[in-house]
């Protein structure tokens, strides 16, 4: 091999390496923080109950708010109008969070059908429907024009 | 009627940016001398868009209910200067305010670009205006500002309560005059690449507007982040999320081409390379553009969007960027000028090397922003990437390009000068080294993130500021102020982040009037509130008194309720001091009786944050100030 091509090896051999070890670490890393979001009735078709972090999304139910004592938790359902998941949540609810409203929440499940919230998605805008509860909501088959502002 | 007008306007305009376009290719098919009215025909494009978008603030000024987007954003109710800011706080506005900043740096372009070899002039305005014409198309077809609506409502829907900022008048223009800014050094390329131009003196004219549209971008960004602070009440000031993003990315690409542009202009290389960035940084603003106004993204900032519009979008970049790449490939310069290689420790070998830690953080955004997408696409999972993956990723790299930031500027162009500068180098080190160990102990905090955190940022910090205190060595006209500038805004904005990051505190709690609760060293008491009614909305204001070492301030956030559309938002009460924030954000209840909700927020260094933004876009500005060195 004439020097030229052995510096040329040695460098590609280099940057082969080094982009599979960066390849590597950011791979981890994605899998790591990845949050995976489910629809009430995809988390009752689940045979085993996801580990770590997920959002769920649907409708806040209808009278389903209610506060625990007095430290600031509260409890409620989302549902698809299909399923319903419960979630208990510590913290405050923010402002555009609202009984019949869509909603996001994230946190970690207790068992399939119970959500210990960490997370709730607020949003800018009073008619904006997050994509992820349109798309659940047209699964569970109960899709209505009135939500597509 | 102004809406007639403002549309034969738009329509005129696109009509002409056609005609542009065949004389253009008139003059290249069949020869002969270029229309003379070539460029008067552009100007007068330019000065038709700039009408319509006058006559569409005018409508929203004087809300005329016959034009569907003030009617959907408008309300007779509204502060006039929200009224004004109204028109691009939507889709239609905001995409023609897009158009007439296109056109306006073609125009500007003419202004400046006399003394240009004349070919590159008007090649360039041939590619100016063919994404002046597209999107005229796009505006036209799918999202016409001056749609008619008929019989004419009596009122309007209102705007977006948490739009009704001042800073909304400024950010979106500016954002706008950043990422749309770029189109003109990307039609300055296909133009230098078409006329065989693409050459050392091309990066010469290529650098004004690059920095440009930068420094309104960097500008843009920290507005954004400060807006998000102060008004929307989420206590921080950068989420990480997609549609900040979005305009993050244009930003490091842009980041990346200045510096690289700079190489080209002193060394003769890195044409390639330039070329392919110039392109990227247009096609990533465009592709920023498309996140935000399609509403594929569940983000924090998504507002009502369609989807359909999107798709056209991505029709019109994906056409845009094959065409780029098209003439990039059939005429790219076969090679460059000066010597290839690069002399290791030289000014151009830090720059490439700090251009590589660019274009990997730039990977990185791209894939935490687009992953989700594309596997919703391709297997219908939605998910999302938490922030964590980010400051994970990213937290190594920033420390070795700060470094290499740092000792960068003391080497010299095509000259191995680590010898020289080795000593400065060390002293650096050891300065660096005693503040943070001051810093660790004083702040109490050992952790290894922190202290490289710290250290390198300090690095950085402490070789500009010795660049800066003798600077007298060289002439005051020669000394380079746009890199001292925004290179120790960056400085500052890490180490700002570090301490943010490692010492703010959040608390949240409902508290009933008269009682208080204690979070470490704070106790915050809710002392009383009083409710007041303006024009637009009904405000609820708290007062809160926080004690915390002996001393006592009151804070006073509130809660207001719009009438038009009805929607809560949450007005914060920050105060400031030098070091930290103590932020208060209430939460609305319908019932105060068992008390009202609050987030406490005691942020670190949000100021420092805010000065870097500052130092940085002052170092782009400064950039405009031309050196006695060049040319």
Same mark, same amino acid.
């Given at each position: 091999?004439?020097?030229?091509? %052995?510096?040329?090896?040695?460098?590609?051999?280099?940057?082969?390496?080094?982009?599979? @070890? @960066?390849? %590597?670490?950011?791979?981890?890393?994605?899998?790591?923080?990845?949050?995976?979001?489910?629809?009430?009735?995809?988390?009752?078709?689940?045979?085993?109950?996801?580990?770590?972090?997920?959002?769920?999304?649907?409708?806040?139910?209808?009278?389903?708010?209610?506060?625990?004592?007095?430290?600031?938790?509260?409890?409620?359902?989302?549902?698809?109008?299909?399923?319903?998941?419960? @979630?208990?949540?510590?913290?405050?609810?923010?402002?555009?969070?609202?009984?019949?409203?869509?909603?996001?929440?994230?946190?970690?499940? %207790?068992?399939?059908?119970?959500?210990?919230?960490?997370?709730?998605?607020?949003?800018?805008?009073?008619?904006?429907?997050?994509?992820?509860?349109?798309?659940?909501?047209? %699964?569970?088959?109960?899709?209505?024009?009135?939500?597509?502002? | 009627?102004?809406?007639?007008?403002?549309?034969?306007?738009?329509?005129?305009?696109?009509?002409?940016?056609?005609?542009?376009?065949?004389?253009?290719?008139?003059?290249?098919?069949?020869?002969?001398?270029?229309?003379?009215?070539?460029?008067?025909?552009?100007?007068?494009?330019?000065? =038709?868009?700039?009408?319509?978008?006058?006559?569409?603030?005018?409508?929203?000024?004087?809300?005329?209910?016959?034009?569907?987007?003030? !009617?959907?954003?408008?309300?007779?109710?509204?502060?006039?200067?929200?009224?004004?800011?109204?028109?691009?706080?939507?889709?239609?506005?905001?995409?023609?305010?897009?158009?007439?900043?296109?056109?306006?740096?073609?125009?500007?372009?003419?202004?400046?670009?006399?003394?240009?070899?004349?070919?590159?002039?008007?090649?360039?305005?041939?590619?100016?205006?063919?994404?002046?014409?597209?999107?005229?198309?796009?505006?036209?077809?799918?999202?016409?500002?001056?749609?008619?609506?008929?019989?004419?409502?009596?009122?309007?829907?209102?705007?977006?309560?948490?739009?009704?900022?001042?800073?909304?008048?400024?950010?979106?223009?500016?954002?706008?005059?950043?990422?749309?800014?770029?189109?003109?050094?990307?039609?300055?390329?296909?133009?230098?690449?078409?006329?065989?131009?693409?050459?050392?003196?091309?990066? /010469?004219?290529?650098?004004?507007?690059?920095?440009?549209?930068?420094?309104?971008?960097?500008?843009?960004?920290? =507005?954004?982040?400060?807006?998000?602070?102060?008004?929307?009440?989420?206590?921080?000031?950068?989420?990480?999320?997609?549609?900040?993003?979005?305009?993050?990315?244009?930003?490091?690409?842009?980041?990346?081409?200045?510096?690289?542009?700079?190489?080209?202009?002193?060394?003769?290389?890195?044409?390639?390379?330039?070329?392919?960035?110039?392109?990227?940084?247009?096609?990533?603003?465009?592709?920023?553009?498309?996140?935000?106004?399609?509403?594929?993204?569940?983000?924090?900032? /998504?507002?009502?969007?369609?989807?359909?519009?999107?798709?056209?979008?991505?029709?019109?970049?994906?056409?845009?960027?094959?065409?780029?790449?098209?003439?990039?490939?059939?005429?790219?310069?076969?090679?460059?000028?000066?010597?290839?290689?690069?002399?290791?420790?030289?000014?151009?070998?830090?720059?490439?090397?700090?251009? !590589?830690?660019?274009?990997?953080?730039?990977?990185?955004?791209?894939?935490?922003?687009?992953?989700?997408?594309?596997?919703?696409?391709?297997?219908?999972?939605?998910?999302?990437?938490?922030?964590?993956?980010?400051?994970?990723?990213?937290?190594?790299?920033?420390?070795?390009?700060?470094?290499?930031? /740092?000792?960068?500027?003391?080497?010299?162009?095509?000259?191995?000068?680590?010898?020289?500068?080795?000593?400065?180098?060390?002293?650096?080190?050891?300065?660096?080294?005693?503040?943070?160990?001051?810093?660790?102990?004083?702040?109490?905090?050992?952790?290894?993130?922190?202290?490289?955190?710290?250290?390198?940022?300090?690095?950085?910090?402490?070789?500009?500021?010795?660049?800066?205190?003798?600077?007298?060595?060289?002439? =005051?006209?020669?000394?380079?102020?746009?890199?001292?500038?925004?290179?120790?805004?960056?400085?500052?904005?890490?180490?700002?982040?570090?301490?943010?990051?490692?010492?703010?505190?959040?608390?949240? /709690?409902?508290?009933?009037?008269?009682?208080?609760?204690?979070?470490?060293?704070?106790?915050?008491?809710?002392?009383?509130?009083?409710?007041?009614?303006?024009?637009?909305?009904?405000?609820?204001?708290?007062?809160?008194?926080?004690?915390?070492?002996?001393?006592?301030?009151?804070?006073?956030?509130?809660?207001?309720?719009?009438?038009?559309?009805?929607?809560?938002?949450?007005?914060?009460?920050?105060?400031?001091?030098? =070091?930290?924030?103590?932020?208060?954000?209430?939460?609305?209840?319908?019932?105060?009786?068992?008390?009202?909700?609050?987030?406490?927020?005691?942020?670190?260094?949000?100021?420092?944050?805010?000065?870097?933004?500052?130092?940085?876009?002052?170092?782009?500005?400064?950039?405009?100030?031309?050196?006695?060195?060049?040319?």
């Amino acid at each position: 091999m004439s020097p030229a091509t %052995k510096k040329r090896l040695s460098y590609f051999l280099i940057s082969t390496i080094v982009l599979l @070890v @960066v390849g %590597k670490f950011v791979y981890n890393s994605l899998q790591g923080n990845t949050v995976y979001f489910f629809s009430p009735t995809d988390l009752s078709n689940l045979s085993e109950k996801p580990n770590g972090l997920i959002r769920v999304g649907g409708l806040v139910k209808k009278n389903s708010i209610k506060e625990k004592q007095k430290n600031a938790s509260y409890t409620f359902t989302i549902t698809d109008l299909k399923n319903d998941t419960y @979630v208990e949540y510590e913290g405050l609810l923010p402002n555009l969070f609202q009984e019949g409203k869509g909603a996001v929440i994230e946190g970690v499940l %207790k068992d399939k059908k119970f959500l210990l919230a960490q997370k709730i998605l607020a949003k800018h805008d009073e008619n904006y429907m997050p994509p992820e509860v349109a798309e659940a909501l047209k %699964k569970s088959g109960n899709w209505n024009k009135n939500y597509d502002q | 009627m102004t809406s007639n007008i403002g549309f034969i306007s738009i329509v005129i305009s696109c009509i002409l940016s056609l005609f542009i376009l065949i004389l253009f290719f008139k003059h290249v098919l069949f020869g002969g001398p270029l229309h003379s009215k070539f460029f008067a025909l552009y100007k007068a494009s330019f000065f =038709l868009i700039a009408a319509s978008f006058v006559l569409l603030v005018i409508s929203f000024i004087i809300s005329d209910f016959s034009i569907v987007a003030v !009617y959907e954003n408008s309300h007779t109710d509204k502060p006039f200067f929200y009224k004004f800011a109204g028109t691009w706080g939507n889709h239609e506005g905001s995409m023609l305010l897009f158009i007439l900043i296109i056109s306006l740096y073609g125009y500007l372009f003419l202004l400046f670009s006399k003394q240009l070899n004349f070919s590159l002039r008007f090649t360039t305005i041939f590619f100016q205006t063919s994404l002046q014409f597209a999107f005229l198309l796009f505006l036209i077809f799918t999202s016409n500002p001056f749609e008619k609506i008929f019989p004419i409502p009596n009122q309007g829907l209102g705007l977006n309560p948490i739009l009704q900022d001042p800073l909304l008048v400024l950010h979106p223009p500016f954002l706008y005059l950043g990422y749309v800014g770029f189109s003109l050094v990307f039609s300055l390329l296909l133009g230098g690449l078409i006329c065989n131009y693409y050459n050392q003196s091309w990066a /010469a004219i290529a650098k004004r507007w690059i920095f440009l549209p930068w420094t309104f971008l960097t500008f843009g960004i920290g =507005l954004g982040s400060f807006w998000a602070y102060y008004e929307l009440g989420w206590g921080g000031y950068w989420f990480w999320d997609p549609v900040e993003n979005a305009s993050l990315m244009p930003w490091i690409a842009s980041t990346a081409l200045i510096h690289s542009v700079l190489v080209m202009d002193k060394t003769k290389k890195l044409y390639n390379w330039t070329a392919i960035l110039t392109i990227l940084t247009f096609v990533l603003s465009l592709f920023g553009t498309f996140l935000v106004r399609s509403g594929i993204l569940n983000s924090v900032h /998504a507002f009502a969007n369609d989807p359909e519009r999107g798709l056209y979008i991505l029709f019109i970049i994906s056409l845009i960027t094959f065409s780029a790449l098209v003439i990039y490939i059939l005429k790219s310069p076969k090679q460059t000028e000066g010597e290839s290689g690069f002399v290791l420790f030289s000014r151009e070998f830090s720059i490439v090397a700090n251009n !590589y830690l660019l274009i990997f953080a730039l990977t990185v955004v791209t894939i935490g922003t687009t992953y989700p997408i594309l596997l919703s696409v391709f297997t219908g999972e939605s998910i999302s990437v938490g922030p964590q993956y980010y400051n994970t990723i990213l937290a190594p790299f920033v420390f070795i390009f700060l470094i290499v930031m /740092a000792i960068g500027p003391y080497m010299k162009w095509s000259k191995n000068s680590f010898a020289v500068s080795k000593n400065k180098f060390i002293a650096f080190l050891i300065s660096s080294l005693i503040v943070t160990i001051l810093v660790s102990f004083l702040l109490k905090n050992q952790n290894f993130i922190f202290i490289l955190g710290v250290l390198c940022s300090l690095y950085l910090i402490i070789s500009v500021l010795y660049e800066f205190a003798y600077f007298k060595n060289i002439k =005051l006209k020669q000394f380079n102020f746009a890199r001292v500038f925004s290179h120790a805004g960056f400085g500052f904005l890490i180490l700002a982040i570090t301490l943010h990051y490692f010492f703010s505190k959040e608390f949240t /709690a409902k508290i009933p009037l008269g009682e208080s609760v204690t979070y470490k060293e704070f106790v915050i008491k809710f002392s009383n509130y009083f409710s007041k009614e303006d024009k637009n909305y009904q405000e609820l204001t708290g007062e809160y008194e926080i004690q915390k070492n002996g001393e006592k301030i009151v804070l006073k956030p509130s809660i207001r309720r719009y009438s038009q559309p009805q929607q809560f938002t949450s007005e914060t009460s920050i105060r400031g001091e030098w =070091l930290s924030d103590m932020y208060i954000a209430m939460d609305y209840t319908s019932d105060t009786s068992d008390g009202i909700g609050i987030r406490f927020y005691h942020n670190y260094s949000i100021r420092l944050i805010w000065l870097s933004y500052i130092l940085i876009t002052i170092g782009g500005l400064l950039s405009f100030v031309r050196r006695k060195n060049e040319q």
